[in-house]
């Protein structure tokens, strides 16, 4: 039983980083047409 519950553990740890990375990158696209000027402030925030 618990190596059933372990094993899928690390998988789903794995992927929900990458749906939100691809998530962010889709939303960042649809505000970047929307309003560039708050997509980069954003960014300048993160990076800057």
Do not use: C
């Not at 789903?12 to 939100?20: C, E, G, M, S, W």
């Amino acid at each position: 039983m618990n190596i059933n519950f372990k094993e899928p553990a690390p998988v789903k740890d794995k992927a929900n980083p990458l749906v939100y990375i691809i998530g962010f990158i889709l939303i960042a696209g649809t505000a970047s047409q929307r309003s560039e000027s708050k997509l980069n402030e954003a960014f300048t925030g993160v990076y800057g």
